[in-house]
C-alpha cells in the first residue's frame, strides 16, 4: 500500500535501553479528552440526595403546626390552643408527613424484611406506622392520646440523618463510564483508496486499517503495520517509559501515540480489547464486594427485636394485671414508639459528616464510607510503583563525568541540546539542570539522527547525547562498570559527545517521593506491611523498593494479575488496602478491602476507589488509617448514647414504675430523646483529626 501524506512516520532520534528507547519530538501533542459521556450513576445519586432534602424540608415545615396542635404538647407548654375539628387538621398534616415524609423508610423497611435483615429502616417504618395507625384510631373515636407529634419529629430526624449521611458518602460509581471515557468514540479509518474517513469506533471491523495521528489515544487494540512513534502506556500497563514502537510491533487501545502517525490494522475490538477486559474486572470486584451491614444497621436490627418484644411483654403484663385493653395499649405504643431511637438516626451520619470535613481538609476524599470504617483493622498496605510511590516523571540521579569534565558542565551540555523536546527523559534533563540554577545556552543546526541520537551546535562546540548502543557501535571506551551498575538498577542512561568524544554519563530514573519513604516507616511502626505491586520491570521495581524500605514485592504484574495478588494476599486473612494511580490498578483497587487512589492519578482510578488521596501524598495513608480508628471510636461512643437512652426509657415507659405511681408519659420520653440527640450531636462535633 503506498504511503499516505499523513501515515509517513517523523524521524526521531532514540536512545536504546535494554532494547527500548525514547523519541524525541518538540512537537507532540496532548490528547484530546473525550467527556461526552453522561455519568448517570453519579445523577441518580445525585437525585436520591435531593429527593431526601426536599422530603425534610418539607415534613419540617408541616411538623411545626402538627406539634402546635398537638394536645399532649399543649400540656407540656401549659397552654391550650383546642378548637373545633382541630384533630381532624392534624390527621390531615400527619398523614401528608406519614405517607410523604415516611415513604422511604416505609419501602426500606420492606425490603428489608424481604431481604430478612431487619435494620434501620425497619426499624423506622415500625415506629411510625404504629404512631400513625393508633393516633389515627384515636382522633376517630378510640379512647387514649394521639402520638402524631412523635411520628412527625421521628420522621424530620430521620430524613435529616439519611440526608447527611448521602451528602458524605459516595453516590454510584462512575468507574466504568470513566473507563469507556479513555476510548475514542471516533477512529481514522484508511479506505482501499488510500482515502481517510472518520467512522465511530463502533463500526470499525478486525482487519481494519487505522490512521492514529501524533497525540492521539489509539483507538483498538492491533498491531503497527506502518510507521514508528513512542507509545505511552503507563496508564494502563504501569511502565513507566514510553516505549518506542514500529511495524511488527502490537498497541492497546487507549494508549496515547506519542510522535510519529502510525497506522495499524485493528485485531481487537469491542468486549475483546484490553481496556473492555479491564471494564469487566471491575465490574465483577465491585459486585462481589459484600454488602457488609454497618454499626448502625446492626444496633438497628436488634432494638427492632427488642421492639417487637418489649411492646408486646408490655401489653400482656398490663392485660395481666387487669388493666383495660385501651391502656394497655397505650403503654405498648408508647413502648415501641420510644424504642426507636431518634439519637441512632443521627449517631453514625453526624459521626461521618465531621469525619469527612476533616478528611477534606486533610486531603483525603472519602467516597465509600463503610470500607473507610474497615481501615482501622488493616494488616497490609499494597502500593503501585509509578505514580504512587515515584513521581511517575523522570528525575537525574547519576552524572558521571569523564577526566576534562564536571558534573555540571556534562548536565548544561545536555540541557542545552535536550531543551527543545517533550520527551519524558528530556524534560528530566532540563528540569534538573534548571533545579540547580545552571544556565541553559542556546542550541543551532539542532537534527535527529535516527537509530543514533540527537545533534546541534552550542557555543560553536558539536554536542550528541547518543543512546548506549551508538557509544558502542563508535566503540568509543568508557566505564562499563559504572554503566553496568546503573543499568542493573533500572536507570536509563543517555551518553553527552563534545566534539566526538564522551564528555559524561547522566543516568535518570523515575523519582521516588520524599513521602513514600516516611509512610513506609510509618506503617511499618504500626505493624502494617507494605508491598509493591507494578506492572514495571523488576530492576526499576526492586531498585525503588530498596530505597523505600519494601521487603515485598511483586513486579512485571499484568492488570488482571495485579487483582490476583490482591486476593492472594486476602487468602492469608489480612485486610488489605491498594494504593494505584493508573487505569491497570483499577480492578486491584475494586478488589481490595480498602482502595486508595492518587489524586494526581487518572479519573478510572479515583472512581474506583474507595478513598483518594487529593495531595498525591503516601502519607496521608497512614492519616486516614488514624482517622479511621478515631471516627470508629467515636462512632461507637455515639452508639452507645443513643442506645443507652432506651436502655433507660423501654422500661420506664413499660411501667415498671408503676406500682410507685410513677407512669412516663410520651412528652416526657420525648425531653429523654432529644437529650440523647443533642449529646450525640456534641459528641460528634468533639471529633478531631
Same mark, same amino acid.
Given at each position: 500500500m503506498a504511503k499516505h501524506d499523513e501515515t509517513k512516520a517523523d524521524q526521531h532520534h532514540e536512545h536504546d535501553h535494554h532494547g527500548e528507547s525514547h523519541a524525541?519530538?518538540?512537537?507532540?501533542?496532548?490528547?484530546?479528552?473525550?467527556?461526552? &459521556?453522561? &455519568?448517570?450513576? &453519579?445523577? &441518580?445519586?445525585?437525585?436520591?440526595?435531593?429527593?431526601?432534602?426536599?422530603?425534610? +424540608?418539607?415534613?419540617?415545615?408541616?411538623?411545626?403546626?402538627?406539634?402546635?396542635?398537638?394536645?399532649?404538647?399543649?400540656?407540656?407548654?401549659?397552654?391550650?390552643?383546642?378548637?373545633? !375539628?382541630?384533630?381532624?387538621?392534624?390527621?390531615?398534616?400527619?398523614?401528608?408527613? +406519614?405517607?410523604?415524609?415516611?415513604?422511604?423508610?416505609?419501602?426500606?423497611?420492606?425490603?428489608?424484611?424481604?431481604?430478612? *435483615?431487619?435494620?434501620?429502616?425497619? =426499624?423506622?417504618? $415500625?415506629?411510625?406506622?404504629?404512631?400513625?395507625?393508633?393516633?389515627?384510631?384515636?382522633? +376517630?373515636?378510640?379512647?387514649? !392520646?394521639? $402520638?402524631?407529634?412523635? %411520628?412527625?419529629?421521628?420522621?424530620?430526624?430521620?430524613?435529616?440523618?439519611?440526608?447527611?449521611?448521602?451528602?458524605?458518602?459516595?453516590?454510584?460509581?462512575?468507574? %466504568?463510564?470513566? %473507563?469507556?471515557?479513555?476510548?475514542?468514540?471516533?477512529a481514522h479509518k484508511l479506505a482501499e483508496d488510500n482515502q481517510v474517513y472518520d467512522v465511530p469506533l463502533s463500526e470499525i471491523r478486525n482487519k481494519d486499517w487505522v490512521l492514529v495521528k501524533p497525540g492521539e489515544k489509539i483507538p483498538v487494540d492491533g498491531v503497527i503495520v506502518e510507521g514508528r512513534s513512542a507509545i505511552d502506556e503507563s496508564m494502563l500497563t504501569g511502565e513507566s517509559i514510553p516505549i518506542e514502537k514500529e511495524d511488527g510491533d502490537a498497541v492497546i487501545g487507549g494508549s496515547v501515540n506519542k510522535e510519529g502517525s502510525l497506522v495499524v490494522e485493528v485485531e481487537k475490538t469491542g468486549e475483546d480489547s484490553y481496556l473492555s477486559q479491564v471494564i469487566t474486572m471491575v465490574k465483577e470486584a465491585q459486585e462481589s464486594r459484600s454488602k457488609t451491614q454497618d454499626l448502625t444497621n446492626r444496633a438497628a436490627k436488634w432494638l427492632f427485636?427488642?421492639? =417487637?418484644?418489649?411492646?408486646?411483654?408490655?401489653?400482656?403484663?398490663?392485660?395481666? $394485671?387487669?388493666?383495660?385493653?385501651?391502656?394497655?395499649?397505650?403503654?405498648?405504643?408508647?413502648?415501641?414508639?420510644?424504642?426507636?431511637?431518634?439519637? =441512632?438516626?443521627?449517631?453514625?451520619?453526624?459521626?461521618?459528616?465531621?469525619?469527612?470535613?476533616?478528611?477534606?481538609?486533610?486531603?483525603? =476524599?472519602?467516597?465509600?464510607?463503610? !470500607?473507610?470504617?474497615?481501615?482501622?483493622?488493616?494488616?497490609?498496605?499494597?502500593?503501585?510503583? *509509578?505514580?504512587?510511590?515515584?513521581?511517575?516523571?523522570?528525575?537525574?540521579?547519576?552524572?558521571?563525568?569523564?577526566?576534562?569534565?564536571?558534573?555540571?558542565?556534562? $548536565?548544561?551540555?545536555?540541557?542545552?541540546?535536550?531543551?527543545?523536546?517533550?520527551?519524558?527523559?528530556?524534560?528530566?534533563?532540563?528540569?534538573?539542570?534548571?533545579?540547580?540554577?545552571?544556565?541553559?545556552d542556546k542550541v543551532e543546526d539542532f537534527q535527529s539522527i535516527t537509530g543514533k541520537g540527537i545533534e546541534g551546535q552550542v557555543n560553536g562546540r558539536k554536542i550528541n547525547a547518543v543512546s548506549p548502543g551508538y557509544v558502542k557501535g563508535e566503540n568509543l571506551p568508557f566505564d562499563e562498570d559504572m554503566f553496568n551498575e546503573l543499568s542493573e538498577q533500572g536507570k536509563t542512561v543517555v551518553f553527552v559527545l563534545v566534539d566526538d568524544k564522551l564528555a559524561g554519563m547522566i543516568a535518570l530514573a523515575d523519582m521516588v517521593r520524599d513521602t513514600a519513604k516516611q509512610a513506609v516507616a510509618a506503617l511499618k511502626a504500626k505493624g502494617i506491611h507494605s508491598i509493591m505491586l507494578t506492572g514495571d520491570n523488576e530492576k526499576v521495581a526492586n531498585w525503588v523498593a530498596a530505597q523505600l524500605g519494601i521487603e515485598e514485592v511483586y513486579a512485571e504484574v499484568l492488570p488482571d494479575d495485579k487483582a490476583k495478588q490482591i486476593n492472594k494476599i486476602k487468602e492469608k486473612g489480612w485486610r488489605v488496602a491498594m494504593t494505584g494511580d493508573g487505569v491497570n490498578d483499577a480492578p486491584a483497587l475494586a478488589t481490595a478491602d480498602l482502595g486508595i487512589a492518587i489524586g494526581a492519578g487518572t479519573d478510572v482510578a479515583m472512581e474506583t476507589a474507595d478513598i483518594v488521596l487529593v495531595k498525591s501524598n503516601p502519607n496521608d495513608v497512614v492519616a486516614l488509617i488514624d482517622l479511621s480508628k478515631k471516627t470508629y471510636r467515636k462512632m461507637v461512643q455515639n452508639l452507645w448514647w443513643a442506645t443507652g437512652y432506651n436502655i433507660f426509657a423501654i422500661p420506664l415507659a413499660a411501667g415498671v414504675l408503676a406500682p410507685w405511681g410513677i407512669i412516663i408519659s410520651p412528652a416526657v420520653g420525648a425531653v429523654f430523646m432529644s437529650l440523647s440527640t443533642i449529646i450525640v450531636a456534641i459528641n460528634a462535633k468533639l471529633l478531631k483529626g
Open positions: 524525541h519530538d518538540s512537537s507532540a501533542q496532548k490528547p484530546d479528552g473525550h467527556d461526552s &459521556h453522561q &455519568h448517570h450513576g &453519579h445523577g &441518580h445519586h445525585e437525585e436520591m440526595v435531593q429527593d431526601f432534602k426536599k422530603r425534610f +424540608f418539607i415534613s419540617l415545615v408541616l411538623t411545626i403546626p402538627i406539634l402546635a396542635l398537638s394536645p399532649m404538647i399543649q400540656h407540656f407548654l401549659g397552654v391550650d390552643w383546642r378548637f373545633a !375539628n382541630d384533630m381532624y387538621i392534624l390527621f390531615a398534616l400527619s398523614t401528608i408527613v +406519614f405517607f410523604y415524609g415516611g415513604w422511604p423508610f416505609l419501602v426500606g423497611g420492606i425490603k428489608e424484611l424481604k431481604d430478612k *435483615t431487619p435494620g434501620m429502616m425497619t =426499624l423506622i417504618a $415500625l415506629a411510625i406506622s404504629i404512631a400513625y395507625g393508633y393516633s389515627t384510631v384515636v382522633v +376517630f373515636g378510640w379512647d387514649g !392520646n394521639q $402520638l402524631y407529634w412523635e %411520628l412527625a419529629t421521628l420522621v424530620v430526624i430521620m430524613l435529616l440523618g439519611h440526608w447527611i449521611e448521602m451528602r458524605s458518602i459516595m453516590g454510584a460509581s462512575n468507574a %466504568l463510564e470513566q %473507563l469507556v471515557k479513555l476510548m475514542p468514540s471516533e427485636y427488642l421492639a =417487637l418484644v418489649a411492646g408486646f411483654s408490655t401489653l400482656i403484663v398490663w392485660l395481666a $394485671l387487669g388493666y383495660a385493653f385501651d391502656i394497655a395499649i397505650e403503654r405498648m405504643v408508647t413502648v415501641m414508639v420510644i424504642t426507636c431511637p431518634h439519637a =441512632l438516626g443521627l449517631a453514625a451520619p453526624l459521626v461521618v459528616a465531621v469525619s469527612t470535613s476533616i478528611s477534606a481538609k486533610q486531603g483525603l =476524599l472519602i467516597r465509600n464510607r463503610t !470500607n473507610f470504617e474497615g481501615a482501622r483493622n488493616l494488616n497490609a498496605v499494597v502500593f503501585d510503583k *509509578t505514580g504512587t510511590l515515584t513521581k511517575g516523571e523522570f528525575g537525574v540521579t547519576d552524572i558521571v563525568a569523564s577526566p576534562g569534565f564536571t558534573d555540571n558542565e556534562v $548536565l548544561q551540555m545536555a540541557a542545552a541540546i535536550e531543551q527543545n523536546s517533550e520527551h519524558p527523559i528530556a524534560t528530566g534533563i532540563v528540569k534538573s539542570a534548571k533545579e540547580q540554577n545552571l544556565p541553559i
